[in-house]
T-cell receptor
Framework: DTGVSQDPRHKITKRGQNVTFRCDPISEHNRLYWYRQTLGQGPEFLTYFQNEAQLEKSRLLSDRFSAERPKGSFSTLEIQRTEQGDSAMYLC??????????????FGQGTRLTVV | QQQVKQSPQSLIVQKGGIPIINCAYENTAFDYFPWYQQFPGKGPALLIAIRPDVSEKKEGRFTISFNKSAKQFSLHIMDSQPGDSATYFCAASTDGNQFYFGTGTSLTVIP
């Protein structure tokens, strides 16, 4: 499978616990995005990386959220001290701008987080 | 503030009909406009995308119409099938930076 891979697919955690999600982008895609999607809404931008550099962060990304892409390949998104409002689908996408006519961004299947 | 406004929220058509989903934007710096299809529990899948230098793009049964002066674009699904029943999102970005998504349209195609 050469698509964007996310792990785990589902995570149930107790309020106050820390969780970490992993995203493996399409090989050679230098741009990686994190989005959050709640039921009935479109994806909301959280942050994105160009290689290992984090270029932009949304105001949605509070200080409890941190994302890394240490070697410019896979990325992790950590949420500390989870709250019930963090329950959502966390989506990762990757793209390779400048390597084609279009700047296609391809999404993974997402990690469904439920905070109880 | 919603950067991309999408309508309608939901749409029901008969098989073979042509559902049309509309999006509008304000930021003239946007230069890439993709449409995504999403099934329940799955991630969004890229359907088709357009840049503002063309007014129409077709891929299979999917067509994007783009009106740069009106800052609007729409998705048409020709000969719709029950398998097209899904939620559709329009989006916009500048240079492939963050993508701004619409609120989605839930499409139901009745057999």
């Amino acid at each position: 499978d050469t698509g964007v891979s996310q792990d785990p697919r589902h995570k149930i955690t107790k309020r106050g616990q820390n969780v970490t999600f992993r995203c493996d982008p399409i090989s050679e895609h230098n741009r990686l995005y994190w989005y959050r999607q709640t039921l009935g809404q479109g994806p909301e931008f959280l942050t994105y990386f160009q290689n290992e550099a984090q270029l932009e962060k949304s105001r949605l990304l509070s200080d409890r959220f941190s994302a890394e892409r240490p070697k410019g390949s896979f990325s992790t998104l950590e949420i500390q001290r989870t709250e019930q409002g963090d329950s959502a689908m966390y989506l990762c996408a990757s793209s390779a701008p400048g390597q084609g006519i279009n700047t296609e961004a391809f999404f993974g299947q997402g990690t469904r987080l439920t905070v109880v | 503030q919603q950067q991309v406004k999408q309508s309608p929220q939901s749409l029901i058509v008969q098989k073979g009909g042509i559902p049309i989903i509309n999006c509008a934007y304000e930021n003239t710096a946007f230069d890439y406009f993709p449409w995504y299809q999403q099934f329940p529990g799955k991630g969004p899948a890229l359907l088709i995308a357009i840049r503002p230098d063309v007014s129409e793009k077709k891929e299979g049964r999917f067509t994007i119409s783009f009106n740069k002066s009106a800052k609007q674009f729409s998705l048409h699904i020709m000969d719709s099938q029950p398998g097209d029943s899904a939620t559709y999102f329009c989006a916009a970005s500048t240079d492939g930076n963050q993508f701004y998504f619409g609120t989605g349209t839930s499409l139901t195609v009745i057999p």
